[in-house]
């Protein structure tokens, strides 16, 4: 990067009615050589990291917020972590619902790097800085951390300007969000974490659908991504579904043109999380309340019960 030695014109103060005394904001020669002792120390100490922008599909007009996020990107850019001994935040809390992980970190991001790395390549939801709710993938750890807050005047005005963005980040919380960055290690999550419902497939049906490409259901238009396939059971296993399938229909593969008639379709049996028992407390409480009831807790206070 050139450096230029032109005189600072802005360095005193130009007025000298009331006193001749020094810009205390420093000269734009002096803003931008500190600009660039904070990009060379980034550059020197930071990780390489990758920002992973939001892409907002169904925001709530009430609490402001997205319920079905996508995350379709990733852009690289050198970062410095706040905390060179680890991790900040609680660490790993064994609580009533079992091991919580509650990791937390602060990366700090130049401004004219994250410009050029991340806002002039990409479109955010808020221009020109770091967007509460983006990601940032921690590769060498294989971390993905969510920004909480962006600091942006830390450190305050020196030399009268800002030069970082100092994201405060805690460890993602995967919630069902499609991520297709192209980064094989970051969109293995959504397979390992999404909810995936097994189809039951009829016979006479053609073809071998392929992992990855979506099935549109010919009745519903629901469509969803296909995770396994298995020819032998006739089992299809999806995630990402845009809604129920109806059974029977015609699901019919985006590309790989198989067509197979539906039999079975649950939607509360997620295969992806062994723990879950969604299924099992649908079968079982039938055993325990009587739904066929008028009021299975009792009629207390009703009018028309005479034996209360």
Known sequence: MAISNTPAQDYVQSDYSNSAR??????????????????????????????????????????????????????????????????????????????????????????????????????????????????????????????????????????????????QCELFEYSDEEINTGITDLDAIENAFANAITVGLATGGSGDFTVGEIVTGGTSNVTAEVKSWDSSTRTLIVINRSGTFTVPETLTGGSSSASWTTATYNTIDNKNIEMDQNNDFETLDNQIIDFTEANPFGSVGSITDNTI
């Open 22 to 167: 020094l810009n205390i904001n420093g000269s734009a020669q002096e803003q931008k050589f500190i600009e660039n002792l904070i990009v060379e120390s980034i550059e020197i100490y930071g990780q390489d990291i990758y920002y992973v922008p939001r892409t907002i599909v169904n925001k709530d007009s009430i609490f402001e917020e997205d319920s079905d996020g996508k995350f379709e990107s990733a852009k690289a850019i050198r970062a410095y972590v706040n905390n060179v001994e680890g991790w900040e935040g609680q660490g790993e809390l064994l609580t009533k619902f079992g091991i919580r992980i509650e990791d937390k970190t602060t990366f700090i991001f130049s401004r004219e790097k994250f410009k050029e790395h991340v806002d002039d390549s990409t479109t955010l939801n808020v221009e020109g800085r770091p967007n509460e709710g983006d990601l940032i993938w921690f590769p060498i750890t294989r971390h993905l951390f969510e920004i909480k807050f962006v600091e942006v005047e830390r450190p305050f005005y020196q030399l009268g300007r800002n030069y970082v963005w100092e994201c």
